[in-house]
């Protein structure tokens, strides 16, 4: 499965020539490529291609007379093979901002609705314009909401987009996108568990704590996020149980048992304490929600929290155990 994009540089000189013989004839005589009219300038001293295939591929081609870089979601020429990669933050500004220019301006002539979300579309754009992930994972906000039940994908997709239009997580942009993941198909399960993590972010951020994301701990293992301010460095980590008509278990109660059960059987036993559990039930319909509300379940985790979280921004859940943080204006609490 292809990752999300990144660019692969090479430390060689490009000539006309050498782009025609060694990127362009392969590709045509592969995939039917064509060289077409870049659809933005690149400026300094750059020099831009645009590779358009017949299967949709697209892929992009900077050079200056000692380097180029190359990005991509169809296949690599091999004169480019054993060239290294890098993330968007580390070519250089005029290389990252005409790629983001190219893609994105595809990415709303293929999806135009995304253009109503920006930012959304910037922080997606490695794996909305992926190799294998392009159509699942745009149609999993287009025809899933993002992993919210009885909600409309401009609501959910606007929910998304005003949280990370905030910029708190643009410097995780390439590991958080990637948590979306770029497999061919729609897999809701694991998509809105990705999710969830955007939604923890979300809560925490709203309560005031900054977040950085995949904390690595001392059991090789990493943790979701860390939440700090002066005075607080809290570990969370967050699970999402899935809706009970997916799963074997009877009954919303024992999804959330279950699943969190399961969570704290693994990173956390092995963590050895200390993490707050988020139990994320945000894609449980309003009747499963209530008997969860109902009963407020332990979940054999302390401290944890239990929440479900709607597209509106409205949050309410309760805790178990004593948790180190400050919730209260980013949630209501049932407790």
Known sequence: MARPLRFRYSPQSWSDGRVRHDI????????????????????????????????????????????????????????????????????????SRWAKRELTATLHEEDPWLADYPHLSWFFLPVFMSKDGRESTRSFFREHAAGFPDAGRRETTRFFEDFLATG????????????LGTSDHVDRVRMSAAMAEFIAAKILTDAGYDVVPEIEVTTGHSLDFRAETENTNVLVEV?????????????????????????????????????????????FRDDSWAAVRGEQPDVRHRPAVVYRTRPNGHVEGYRKGRVPLELADAMTFLD
């Not at 900077?62 to 169809?74: E, V």
């Not at 708190?168 to 948590?179: A, I």
């Open 168 to 179: 708190v997580l643009d410097d995780y942009r390439h590991v958080m996108s990637g948590k």
């Open 239 to 283: 699970t999402r149980p899935q809706p009970p008509g997916n799963r074997a278990a009877s009954g919303p109660v024992a999804a959330v048992r279950d699943t969190a059960e399961t969570k704290t059987n693994g990173q956390l036993a092995e963590h050895g304490g200390g993490a707050v559990l988020f139990v994320d039930c945000s894609s």
């Open 24 to 95: 362009l004839q392969p590709l045509q005589s592969n995939i039917g490529a064509q060289a077409v009219t870049p659809w933005f300038k690149i400026g300094g001293d750059w020099q831009a291609h645009r590779f358009e295939m017949q299967n949709g591929d697209i892929a992009l081609f900077a050079r200056t007379d000692s380097d180029a870089y190359w990005m991509g979601n169809t296949e690599t020429p091999s004169a480019l093979w054993k060239t290294d990669k890098f993330g968007w933050q580390t070519v250089p500004h005029h290389v």
